[in-house]
């Protein structure tokens, strides 16, 4: 295959998973959202039920920038998803925790979630699955590195446009 048609197909596959993001709908949560909340449903089992997390713990474990994790946690919470506080040890802070409503709402998106992934391994075959990830892991890593030199501007692709 020619280098211009290798970039196209690069291109086209890229432009293929952005449309998957509907599938979001049909699981029923945002995708953020969906992620966030499997993050606050680890944190309060692995610390306690009622243990609240640190808005910039969460930020981090996102790797959001802070009003997006602004914009997320207010949507979350308009929904009844979550609720925050006041860290009492640290009134700078604020905790966020999971609602008790949402432990159900919780329980149903993580099981249709679940059953998406287990049709697809079904279909794609488990090690072919595990191939897949493995290769689109190392793919990942090294986009984000292309894209960590891009913005040093010391990538190749600013040297051979001329940037």
Known sequence: MERRARHLDFLRMFQRFQRINPIWNAIGMPRMEFFTLEC?????????????????????KMEMSPPAMSRLL??????????????????????????????LTWQALRARFEGMIDRI??????????TLLALLGRLLTIIESE?????????????????
Do not use: F, Q
Request: some cysteine; hydrophobic content about 30%; charged content about 35%.
């Open 147 to 163: 894209v960590k030199e891009y913005g040093k501007g010391d990538c190749e692709c600013s040297k051979s446009s001329g940037i």
């Open 40 to 60: 606050l449903w680890r944190n309060a089992r692995e610390r306690a039920p009622d243990a609240g997390m640190n808005v910039s713990a969460l930020i981090d």
């Open 121 to 130: 391994y079904a279909e794609i075959g488990s090690g072919d699955m595990e």
């Open 74 to 103: 207010r949507s979350l919470e308009e929904g009844g998803h979550i609720r925050r506080e006041i860290d009492p040890a640290d009134r700078r802070n604020t905790l966020v925790y999971l609602t008790e409503s949402s432990e």
